[in-house]
């Protein structure tokens, strides 16, 4: 079966990752059309928009999208480097994946942290009678991505209303409010029940079909009541319809301080936007960070893959790239998997695997190297060579 998909390089290093997981992707036998679309630093340069809407046109049309990186400055920054013509017309920066996730409410974010054996990186601990253990993380992350903390409902010297609306609550006059509206900054934490129940719905589901024996609810609920308490109470019910997984409920704190006691003993782990942000980036250390830590972005008729990472600005105009394809390669995967293409995510994901186990081949990253263009000399791989490696076993 022949599909289209939507090709976004963006800048930095998301050129050279985007290059070499399709190589993979076809030397897997992946049949599939790809179309390039512009996103990124150049076409807020050149057009001042750094998502053009031919771009989401072309989402719109063929739902699936591979996404490397992009460069984010901030405002006055981006503003300056504006081509001379757009300068002074008010043109404000906003960073085109978020523009993405928003568009196309790409609410459900899934972030898998598994540890590949043999990789360098891998987060070691000492066991009973000092013994060095290497624990396998076998754990996937449902970060919602659209609301909560990141919801973008904010107020720096809230306005009238706002204030007198806050006044209803006894718990702001006691704590707030003599403080003088100019002196307050104020964000929000807005949860919807329809978009917790589709991530809590998508972590169950994924549990069930990938034969995880637990569900994590990672918030706060004890302390938060309305918006972790909410997510806590729904999954409660929705666990009802699936008796074989367990519910867990931990608070974040808390998880972070046992991410390295016992960190295989989790499974699909759930939460809200910023502790699903930071959950997932805790357990993406302990397999080997950055260069490991790939993800999905999806909504319900579009679906967008991505590493985690950035785009690495200083690693961007190497002659030969150093960095570390994997997060990309295994972005691709998942949307193998999303396509029902489980055959094919499985070889490259056993490639990958392969090629970590042996060591031969490793980029700057998973020798501790500081990245410099002097680690290939040095006996690192470069990004195509780990490229090479992963397709070698492909055959
Ligand atoms: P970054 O993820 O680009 O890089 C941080 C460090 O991680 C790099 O210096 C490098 O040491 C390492 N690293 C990243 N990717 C790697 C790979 N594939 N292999 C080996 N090592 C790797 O984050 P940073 O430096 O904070 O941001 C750089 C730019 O990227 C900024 O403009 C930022 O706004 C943007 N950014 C974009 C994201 C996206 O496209 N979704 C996400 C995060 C940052
Ligand atoms: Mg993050």
Request: proline share 6%; aromatic share 8%; with cysteine.
């Amino acid at each position: 079966m022949n599909r289209t998909i939507i090709n976004l390089p963006g800048d930095g290093i998301g050129r050279v990752v985007l290059e070499s997981a399709i190589r993979v992707l076809d030397a897997a036998g992946f049949q599939a059309e790809y179309i390039e679309a512009d996103i990124g630093w150049e076409f807020w340069v050149k057009e001042g928009n750094p998502l053009p809407d031919r771009t989401i046109q072309l989402l719109e049309k063929h739902k699936v999208g591979l996404f490397g990186a992009i460069t984010s400055k901030p405002k006055e920054e981006a503003a300056s480097e504006l081509s001379p013509e757009l300068q002074g017309k008010g043109l404000v920066y906003s960073s085109p994946i978020v523009g993405l996730r928003q568009h196309f409410d790409l609410d459900i974010c899934i972030r898998p942290c598994k540890t590949y054996p043999g990789n360098p990186l891998n987060f070691i601990r000492r066991g009973r009678g000092g013994i060095v253990e290497e624990p396998e993380v076998d754990v996937v992350i449902f970060r919602q991505n659209t609301e909560g903390l990141y919801g973008g409902v904010e107020w720096h010297n809230p306005g009238k209303q706002v204030h007198d609306a806050l006044m209803t609550h006894p718990k702001f006059v006691k704590n707030f409010g003599r403080v003088p509206p100019e002196e307050l900054a104020i964000s929000t934490r807005i949860f919807t029940k329809k978009a917790t129940e589709r991530i809590l719905r998508a972590a169950f589901n994924h549990a069930n079909q990938y034969g995880y024996k637990s569900v994590t609810v990672c918030e706060k609920p004890n302390v938060i009541r309305e918006t972790s308490g909410m997510m806590f109470r729904m999954a409660k019910k929705i666990r009802e319809e699936y008796p074989g997984i367990e519910l867990w409920n931990t608070n974040i704190d808390a998880q972070m301080m046992w991410l390295t006691k016992n960190p295989e003993e989790y499974g699909v782990i759930v939460a809200g936007n910023m502790f699903g942000d930071i959950v997932s980036d805790g357990f993406a250390g302990l397999i080997g960070g950055l260069g490991f830590a790939c993800s999905a972005n999806l909504g319900e008729k579009v679906a967008v893959f991505e590493p985690t990472h950035g785009s690495a600005p200083k690693y961007a105009g190497y002659e030969v790239s150093i960095v570390n394809p994997i997060a990309m390669i295994a972005s691709a995967c998942m949307m193998l998997d999303h396509l029902g293409e489980y055959e094919l995510a499985g070889r490259i994901r056993k490639a990958v695997a392969e090629v970590i186990a042996e060591g031969s081949v490793r980029t700057y990253d998973m020798m501790k190297m500081p990245g410099k263009p002097e680690v290939i000399k040095q006996g690192a791989a470069s990004t195509v060579r780990m490229t090479d490696a992963i397709i070698q076993k492909l055959k």
